[in-house]
């Protein structure tokens, strides 16, 4: 059986279509690597072999029989445990909804991903109901990180960058509602794209924050993002939030290069509260791309406490019956913080809804004069598993909540990023590439020519 | 806000939301409410005029 962990998706499936292997080979490989290598990582919570292997058997048929195969044929991909699988109860990282009937159907995203022909293989581990930025579980274990498996993953969507990260699968999909795909991202040194508020559908997936929640992927190379972001694109009226825009395919853009593009580095908020890593990689990325020009977000600590506000007690509002029948079945972490959330006036809550259309006006008119913007992903390398607090410009502050500092004033107002990483030693860290409402075909062009330059890459990590 | 104005909120809170308040419990539902309201204060205190609009069904 040939050896298919760390190939990227597009380069299986070209092997795939041209007949170079069969589906069957690659998702058996995906497999055995998922049966051994995840002892360690805990990055799933369910295995769909027999689903994958018979969509395999499906796809190495029609090529046999001539028909096309789709761009991402015999990918295997796997989500994190909030999408609804088909048989699976849909358990969102908890103990409670994993007692709920199994899903009749398919999400619809990975419906698109299977329809290009990618193959799910499973469903991945999170944070509890998705209210973390750790990657730790109380009821699964933690996802641990693949570069030292002593350190966090960064969550909620844990499971979704310990396997990406570890040559598990070649692409995943997870949830960001205030930075679950970035952090990982970062934190893993893997690629992750959060598009624009309303882009892919979050139709039967379980929410979090409704005004914040953004579904999308993660990969081990930029293509390979562009590629399912391109698979997974569409209107879907079975989401409230999604927004009726034609398809913009990202993939006949992506090597275009930066001729053109006006290109900033965050200051002020952004240049504060990192280890030296993190402004280590901003500033290593602004150099390959040859940015010298800073650009301010306005109030942007306002906007992270509007953010943190609406998310706690938005959260409250959806959890609010479950606390009440069940309150010790909860991660107590998450528990406690639902709790203080319902008890936030409502007048604070429709300021902070107020504060988020004036800061999203201001923010979004940065983008008449740059096409993108430079942060940091998140203020430091992993973790320890289990690590409480770190110090940020000496203070010292919980980790969980704080590891999203970065993120959350960006996903608040729906701005598309994609998120590239480092390869910094002894651990990766990432770097957002933020841009304008729908122009995540930028910020995808951006992280190809820095892949290209050598600059960002998914580094192998150490297999013990 | 001192702990007895902060208990006094929790449990009067909890009360009237029916919510389960295990003692155990209160240190820390007592930081997160105060986190909370120190941020909340940063958008209380931000001038916004009368006619501005929430985001609640958000487009950008």
């Known amino acids: 059986m040939a050896e298919w962990t760390f ?26 690597t998922i049966q051994t290598r995840d002892q360690v990582l805990n990055a799933f919570t369910d295995v769909t072999a027999e689903r994958a292997l018979a969509r395999a058997r499906s796809l190495d048929a029609a090529r046999a029989a001539g028909k096309a195969l789709g761009p991402l044929a015999g990918v295997p991909f796997a989500v994190k445990n909030l999408f609804e699988v088909e048989g699976l109860a849909t358990r969102a990282g908890s103990k409670i909804n994993r007692e709920l009937a199994p899903a009749q159907h398919d999400s619809p995203l990975i419906e698109k991903m299977e329809a290009q022909g990618a193959v799910l293989v499973g469903a991945l581990n999170m944070g509890e109901y998705a209210y973390d930025f750790t990657g730790e579980n109380v009821h699964d274990g933690p996802s641990r990180n693949p570069h030292d498996v002593t350190r966090m993953t960064g969550g909620s969507s844990g499971g979704s960058g310990g396997a990406v990260a570890g040559g598990l699968v070649p692409i995943a999909l997870g949830s960001d509602t205030n930075g679950s795909i970035r952090v990982p991202s970062s934190l893993c040194g893997i690629f992750g794209l959060k598009p624009t508020y309303g882009r892919l559908s979050r139709a039967r997936s379980f929410p979090f924050v409704v005004s914040f929640d953004h579904l999308g992927p993660f990969a081990r190379c930029t293509r390979d993002l562009a590629l399912s972001y391109d698979a997974m694109q569409g209107f879907d009226a079975e989401d409230a939030g999604s927004v009726d825009r034609p398809v913009e395919p990202s993939l006949s853009n992506l090597s275009r290069g930066l001729e053109g593009l006006r290109i900033a580095v965050a200051g002020g908020y952004f240049r504060k509260q990192a280890y030296p890593e993190a402004l280590q990689a901003v500033d290593r990325v602004a150099k390959a791309l040859n940015v010298s020009r800073e650009v301010e977000f306005p109030e942007v600590e306002r906007a992270r406490a509007a953010a943190y506000v609406i998310t706690t007690t938005e959260g409250a509002a959806l959890h609010i019956d479950r606390l009440r029948a069940r309150a010790s079945d909860f991660d107590p972490a998450v528990r406690d913080r639902l709790i203080a959330g319902a008890m936030i ?3 604070l809550v429709v300021k902070a809804q107020k504060f988020r259309r004036w800061y999203r006006d201001q923010v979004v008119a940065l983008f008449k004069d740059v096409d993108a913007i430079i942060a940091p992903s998140t203020p430091c390398t992993a973790p320890v598993i289990g690590q409480q607090t770190f110090t940020l410009d000496g203070v010292t502050l919980p980790v969980r909540p704080n590891l999203g500092i970065y993120t959350q004033p960006i996903s608040f107002i729906g701005l598309p990023v994609v998120a590239v990483p480092v390869p910094l030693k002894p651990l990766p860290i990432g770097v957002q590439i933020i841009t304008a409402p729908w122009k995540e075909d930028i910020a995808l062009r951006i992280a190809q020519s820095l892949e290209e330059q050598g600059v960002v890459s998914a580094p192998r990590p150490p297999l013990n | 806000m001192n702990d007895d104005v902060i208990y006094a909120w929790i449990r009067s809170s909890a009360a009237m939301l029916k919510l389960p308040l295990d ?9 997160h409410v105060e986190v909370t309201f120190r941020l909340a204060k940063l958008i209380d205190e931000f001038p916004l005029p009368d006619e501005a609009e929430p985001a609640p069904v958000y487009e950008i």
């Open chain 1, 7 to 32: 190939a990227n998706g597009h380069e299986i499936a070209a092997a795939v279509s041209r007949g170079e292997t069969s589906a069957q080979a690659v998702v058996e490989s995906a497999l055995a």
């Open chain 1, 345 to 347: 006036p409502a007048s």
């Open chain 2, 23 to 31: 003692p155990a419990w209160l240190p820390a539902i007592q930081a």
